[in-house]
Nanobody, 116 residues
Framework: VQLQASGGGVVETGGSLKLSCTAS????????IAWYRQPPGEQRSFVAG???????HYTPSVEGRSTFSRDDAKNTIHLQMDSLKPEDTAVYYC???????????WGKGTLVTVSS
């Protein structure tokens, strides 16, 4: 499975972006899919995603101003991010864990830069 992330860019503080991640094929088994981010010089961390039981989770720093969604017909997930802050600046990656095969997949990432 290949994941392609898009939608990053440069935005001013308070602005919005919608990130998308499209998988090359549908995942039919038990899986989780999520967004992670890696700020410059820092480690990658979880942002938002859907776990294997179908529940949606957000890291506290984005909860309330971000919305995770999925379009299974298009094998695509989205992350709508509003009220962006400079600390949201990072490369955003999408990740898919297929529990049926035990494999995990990562997209190449899309850069979000929030100017102050």
């Amino acid at each position: 499975v290949q994941l392609q992330a898009s939608g990053g860019g440069v935005v001013e503080t308070g602005g919005s972006l919608k990130l998308s991640c499209t998988a090359s094929e549908a995942t039919r088994g038990i899986h989780s899919i999520a967004w992670y981010r890696q700020p410059p010089g820092e480690q990658r961390s979880f942002v938002a995603g859907i776990s294997s039981d179908g529940s949606t989770h957000y890291t506290p720093s984005v909860e309330g101003r971000s919305t995770f969604s999925r379009d299974d017909a298009k094998n695509t997930i989205h992350l709508q991010m509003d009220s962006l802050k400079p600390e949201d600046t990072a490369v955003y990656y999408c990740s898919l864990v297929d529990y049926s095969s035990g494999n995990d997949y990562w997209g190449k990432g899309t850069l979000v830069t929030v100017s102050s």
